[in-house]
């Protein structure tokens, strides 16, 4: 069964100062990994994706890794905004499969 | 070019009323795909639709649930006689074309309580 799991499942941090998430995935065969972010009362919007071949992939203040071989990405924050208070959701798509599986999310709240 | 729209953004029923919720692609897609999501868990699938075919309904549930993506128009999530197990967030999500690499575009959400 295809199951992404996310850890913290909750994290508080202060204004400028850098955070990483978790995510662990037992999706097969792998196809790509996506990182969302989920704004309250917003629907997901995709911050990051990478496939099998790639193992960083960054846009701003976000870097997202990957290690195919113990199926685990991380999301790195550098310089934590207020903005970045948000749901931040692990999607992993299986190859032939139009229906990613979704982690449930960790849950950052940035204090200034 | 507008993003995913749904209407509406909140909705309240009682038990046993029926719920509407409709879902408007981006221009140009033509795959539509609708989520529940419960508080503190992740989004569940539920069913994925093209132009007047549903290809997959396998996360609705066969009672009270019923998809549709017409011709023309928006997409339709109808539950009938709802109940207080249906107050979820509803997401629709449209792509321009299906497979795994393809990023599905999610709407606001359609937030549904049932009293």
């Known amino acids: 069964k295809n199951q992404v799991e996310q850890s913290p499942q909750s994290l508080i941090i202060l204004e400028g100062k850098n955070c990483t998430l978790q995510?662990?995935?037992?999706?097969?065969?792998?196809?790509?990994l996506r990182w969302y972010k989920q704004d309250t009362g917003r629907g997901p919007v995709s911050l990051t994706i990478m496939t099998f071949s790639e193992n960083t992939k960054s846009n701003g203040r976000y870097t997202a890794t990957l290690d195919a071989d113990t199926k685990q990405s991380s999301l790195h924050i550098t310089a934590s905004q207020l903005s970045d208070s948000a749901s931040y959701i692990c999607v992993v798509s299986a190859g032939g499969s139009y229906i990613p599986t979704f982690g449930r999310g960790t849950s950052l709240i940035v204090h200034p | 070019n507008a993003g995913v729209m749904q209407n509406p953004r909140h909705l309240v029923r009682r038990r046993g009323q029926e719920a509407r919720l409709r879902c408007s692609p981006m221009?140009?897609?033509?795959?539509v795909y609708w989520y529940r999501q419960l508080p503190e868990e992740g989004l569940k699938f539920m069913v994925y639709?093209?132009?007047?075919?549903?290809?997959?309904e396998s996360g609705m549930p066969k009672e009270r649930f019923s998809a549709e993506f017409p011709k023309e128009g928006p997409s339709i999530l109808r539950i009938q006689q709802v109940v207080r197990g249906d107050s979820a967030a509803y997401f629709c999500a449209s792509s321009p074309e299906t497979g795994s690499y393809n990023e599905q575009f999610f709407g606001p959400g359609t937030r549904l309580t049932v009293l």
């Open positions: 995510c662990n995935y037992t999706v097969s065969p792998f196809s790509n």
């Open positions: 221009k140009g897609h033509s795959h």
């Open positions: 639709l093209q132009k007047e075919n549903i290809i997959d």
